[in-house]
């Protein structure tokens, strides 16, 4: 596809992870950066995501929100990069299971977490995740099996998954495992990923998050 790539974002957003699946992919796009509580939440802005939140993108006519979405379109808009199993492949199946289970599971638990928010004991059924336990014990057999989720294969699954890994242990909302230890520190060093850590790093200074200046 030719089409112009556009990518909102913030620095200190989970923009961090779409600028990573970009700088996986290697094609030419553009960074529009936008301000919380300003441009992000501006008319212009809104016509994109009505949500006024980032990341997003537009690939020609196509806009997609949401960051695993948005790594998921991208790595099927640019196939040549090998950095998602054909439908055709059996790798197809696992490969899924662990975007959505980032974009479940995980964020919902490590979002409750970080707000303190503990699901009661009698009510967990009613909850995707169950217990924060169990997804962290998921998680960690899924990067135990191989240097990659997908085994010796790297994809999308590891840019989604690996940077929610670094940030929750970072956070503390992921348990520091040492499976997780090592994982973090083959994926994070990848050229890529240094780069678009470079990158927003140096953004970070012109645009800090807001809640960086209390």
Partial sequence: MSDELVFYTHPMSRGRIVRWMLEELGCPYRTEVLDYGT????????????????????????????????CAYLADAFPQKGLAPPSTDRLRGPYYRWLFFGAGPLEAATSNTALGFEVPKERRGQIGYGTLEDVIAALEGAVSNGDYILGDRFSTADVYLGSQIGWGMAFGTIEKRPAFDAYCKRISARPAAQRAKEIDDALAKEHPHPLAKR
Wanted: glycine share 10%; net charge positive.
């Fill in 39 to 70: 441009t992000m939440k501006a008319p212009a802005y809104r016509a994109i995501n009505p949500m006024g939140k980032v990341p997003a993108i537009r690939h020609g006519d196509t806009v997609v929100t949401e960051a695993g979405a948005i």
